[in-house]
Nanobody, 115 residues
Framework: QVQLVESGGGLVQAGGSLRLSCTASGSIFSLSAMGWYRQAPGKQRELVAVAGTGGTINYADAVKGRFTISRDNAKNTVALQMNSLKPEDTAVYYC?????????WGQGTQVTVSS
C-alpha cells in the first residue's frame, strides 16, 4: 500500500498563486507516474498534470503555461505550482501515483479562487 498526504490548498484571489505538495509513503518501489487531478462541483474528475518517469510531463490544456508540476524521486514527492489562478480553477485537487497496475489517491485539498 502507498499513502499520500497533500498540503497547500486554500483560498486565493484571481491572478494569485498556490503551491500544492504531495508526499508518498509506504510500500514504494517504482512510481511510474505522479500527478494531480481535480474535481469541481458537479463535474467529473479531470487530469491536471502528470509527471512520468524519464522526465515526461503532460498538462491539461486549461492549465498549460500557468501550472508547473515537479517531482522529486528521492523524496517521493510531487508538487504543483499554480500561477495566474482563475475562478474556474476552483476544485478539490487530488494527488495520485501509479505503481505497476495500482493507482493511489490522496484525500484531496480544496483550492478556491475568488473573482
Amino acid at each position: 500500500q502507498v499513502q499520500l498526504v497533500e498540503s497547500g490548498g486554500g483560498l486565493v484571489q484571481a491572478g494569485g498563486s498556490l503551491r500544492l505538495s504531495c508526499t508518498a509513503s509506504g510500500s514504494i518501489f517504482s512510481l511510474s507516474a505522479m500527478g494531480w487531478y481535480r474535481q469541481a462541483p458537479g463535474k467529473q474528475r479531470e487530469l491536471v498534470a502528470v509527471a512520468g518517469t524519464g522526465g515526461t510531463i503532460n498538462y491539461a490544456d486549461a492549465v498549460k503555461g500557468r501550472f508547473t508540476i515537479s517531482r522529486d524521486n528521492a523524496k517521493n514527492t510531487v508538487a504543483l505550482q499554480m500561477n495566474s489562478l482563475k475562478p474556474e480553477d476552483t476544485a478539490v485537487y487530488y494527488c495520485y501515483v501509479r505503481q505497476l497496475l495500482d493507482i493511489y489517491w490522496g484525500q484531496g485539498t480544496q483550492v478556491t479562487v475568488s473573482s
